[in-house]
């Protein structure tokens, strides 16, 4: 067992100035107050300057720290789980671009073999397809060569390959097939979400009686809000059914218009995600990204040699820092987009997203400088303060010039 004492915890249901207990996997108390003399045998984490906040749930990465989702191993997807957990992520869905369906068989492969396993790290909860059913005319960084129209049998290909571990697809609802394809994966329990979509609003609401239920990275590669045709953006702000996600790292989303997101959905239909990329958390320079040349600039920010913006340099922690600090979001709201919402999103929250006696121990101490003190994963400390920072990938670094 395990004692965090805190005078800020973001428990379920309000902050807390108490404890929380862990017993193995699980939390056995939260509570206010002092810890009691009965517990006083159990190792103590004294945390005064902390907020102690449910472990983050990044839903939506392609990597970071040069570790790769879609060229990774088990190994590798382990790897990239080690460095999230560092920086405050508890559990993540790896996501996969647009690539041949072969090549995505593989990933799902790899996927399905490490949620096998338990390791140091944060915990892999399933794969995001991002693609490859996804409009030409919203490519964002992707290869428009690798888009394929909806097809149920290609993802039944995919969804085999995975066996049981695709959790969430991203596809353009408007596209021929597509409403076929987002009835079929809603009766095999995978999340349907909107993205890299021209889709009008008509089309879009097409979408959502199908089944789509999430926006991808709400604003970027959608057709966006006109007073006559409000878009896609326009029915996944309106339509009650639907989730949003917002990347948070201030250059995707202007920070006027998340905060217009704010005002218009509540924060229990907001995610926070990272949207981050292998190149996530390096130093500024060239690298290469889904065979493509990709800068990351002094500020930080990485785009492709023609300009467009290429997933982000940023990791959840930097987006919930960015909506408190800059944005003014309460720090409740904050945690909930970052935790809790992700996790009723696939279906885990009845174990996670939360501090609460009962479910998953996956907490994090976050300092005032925004610095990862402690995290723990189902029980297992992680990161504990004193240790190294974690291990880059040598050889996606070496390709740096």
């Known amino acids: ?58 839903l939506h990465i392609h990597g970071a720290g040069g570790w790769p989702v879609e060229a990774a191993d088990v190994a590798g997807l382990q790897q990239l789980g080690r460095f999230l957990a560092a920086y405050g992520v508890t559990g993540f869905l790896p996501s996969a671009s647009a690539y041949p369906l072969d090549q995505l068989e593989t990933v799902a492969g790899q996927v399905r073999a490490a949620t096998e396993v338990e390791y140091d790290g944060a915990a892999i909860l399933g794969l995001h397809l991002e693609g490859p059913f996804l409009n030409p005319r919203r490519p964002g960084a992707m290869h428009i060569e690798n888009l394929r129209a909806p097809s149920v049998g290609d993802a039944a290909r995919l969804l085999a390959a995975g066996g049981g571990t695709v959790r969430r697809v991203s596809l353009a609802p408007e596209l021929p097939g597509a409403l076929d394809l987002i009835r079929y994966l809603v009766e095999n329990g995978v999340l349907v979400a909107g993205a890299h979509t021209d889709a009008t609003y008509e089309e879009t609401i097409a979408g959502i009686d199908a089944g789509v239920r999430l926006a991808t ?159 723990v994963v189902e029980g297992r400390v992680v990161r504990r303060p004193g240790d190294p920072h974690p291990e880059r990938n040598p050889e996606y670094t070496a390709a740096r010039s």
């Open 217 to 375: 990275h709400t604003y970027n590669a959608m057709r966006g809000l006109h007073h006559r045709e409000p878009g896609a953006l326009g029915a996944y702000l309106t339509d009650e059914r639907v989730t949003c996600e917002v990347i948070c790292d201030l250059l995707h989303v202007h920070p006027a218009a998340v905060r217009l997101l704010l005002r218009a959905v509540p924060p229990d239909r907001v995610a926070l995600i990272s949207d981050a990329i292998p190149a996530a958390c390096l130093e500024p320079g060239h690298y290469r990204l889904w065979g493509r040349d990709l800068y990351i600039d002094e500020q930080g920010f990485s785009r492709l040699a023609n300009g467009t913006i290429a997933g982000s340099t940023r990791l959840m922690l930097h987006g919930l820092r960015n909506l408190v600090e800059v944005l003014a979001v309460p720090w409740a709201d904050a945690v909930r987009m970052a935790s809790q919402v992700p996790a009723r999103l696939i279906g885990l929250v009845d174990r996670k997203g939360s501090l609460a006696p009962g479910k998953d121990a996956d907490l994090v101490a976050v300092t005032p400088d925004w610095q990862v003190a402690w995290c």
């Open 1 to 58: 067992m395990m004692l965090f004492v805190c005078p800020q915890i973001h428990a379920e249901g309000g902050v807390v100035d108490g404890y929380v207990l862990v017993d193995g996997r699980r939390i056995a108390a939260v509570e206010a107050g002092p810890v009691p003399a009965s517990l006083a045998g159990v190792e103590r984490v004294d945390l005064p300057e902390c907020h102690l906040i449910p472990g983050m749930i990044d």
